[in-house]
């Protein structure tokens, strides 16, 4: 035998799985059950360049579907909605049965192991938030806000988050002179809103080096603080709290620590805004290449999780789900950074281009399928004599 005849059959039998169905085969009809095909002619169908990736996928699920990717090893050409078919179809459910052991450690890692512990806290600072604000600047546009955008009035992203930020100041009742936290606080663009047009006092913390000194200079000559530290470290009474995409961060073995903390910041006759994303269903695992590449330690609530931690802490004064606009906001992030990486390209190379269209591309999906919620809460305390009435 020929060693490239070897090397041949080395292959074929990689590509077998246990049962003696071959790997593309198996691959092949889930993906044609979520009217996904590989190496076909519709815009969201896989084009495959190396027959390693259905091995890869088998064998690491969600984790070898995205590194093959960014390896250059398959592409398509409407990549959000391929993820938008494949998630619709719960994909990763049926796919994370493979191999059981991989799924069993996975939960034993998420429920065992607190992941988004104090000594952990700064761990995803450094590995995404930090990873270079010229990124950020590119994506995110002039407000620098990562977060969803709110877009019932908007046209454009900068309206979207313009309307977003003076929406959850509304939903604050935020008044001059009051005492603002900001629990997650990004690069200072909800901090400078309070500031500049509520005439708030404003604290924000953040686990990032790079977002605290952007914010600072961004918020110069405002009553704005903004401190690098984690929110179990936190003391004071403030009027208003206010969290944005940050509880994603946090994990459900300290969910009850962190609404204790906030109750324990917050005046009895306060309010707290809660901004998160959210899953429809309660899940023990967490997506293996979003953990690895973007978010290290992070783990989506589901709303029984939230609930649940709240109970006999918080009153719910408001629940607002605006999910849908998540997936526009994620696109003009998209188109944004597209547009920059000729510029972006100097300093970066082409495997992190397709790590970051492979990261916004697979969220706009998780949104557009419905998997994935944005929620705004409105909590507050049982003594606040005042009512509260929903702002939309």
Known sequence: ?????????????????HSGIEAPEILQKLAQRAGVGFNASKPWDIQVYDPIVYQRILRHGSLGFG????????????????????LRFDIDEKLAGRPRVRLLAEVVRQTVLNLQSSQRAFQVGEHHYDAGNDVFRAMLGRNMTYSCGYWRYANNLEQAQHDKLDMICKKLDLQPGERLLEIGCGWGSLARHAAKYYQAEVTGITVSREQQWFAQE????????????????????????VSVGMFEHVGPKNYRVYFDTAARLMKDDGLF??????????????????????????KLPSARQIAGAVENCFLIEDWHNFGTDYERTLMAWWDNFDAAWPKLAQKYDRRFYRMWKYYLMSCAGFFRSRQGQLWQLVLSKRNRTQGYRSVR
Request: some cysteine; proline content about 3%.
């Open 1 to 17: 035998m020929r060693r490239d005849e070897n090397r041949s059959c080395d292959v074929r039998c990689d590509m077998v799985d």
């Open 67 to 86: 590194e093959t990717y960014m390896d250059g090893l398959w592409d398509a050409e409407a990549l959000d909605e391929l993820f938008t078919r494949l």
């Open 273 to 298: 805004l809660l901004h998160t994303i959210g899953i429809y269903a309660t899940s023990h695992t967490v997506d293996p290449w979003i953990d690895k590449y973007i978010f290290p330690n992070g």
């Open 218 to 241: 961004r918020c110069a000559g405002l009553p704005v603080h903004i401190e690098l530290m984690d929110y179990r470290e936190l003391q004071g009474k403030y009027d208003k709290l």
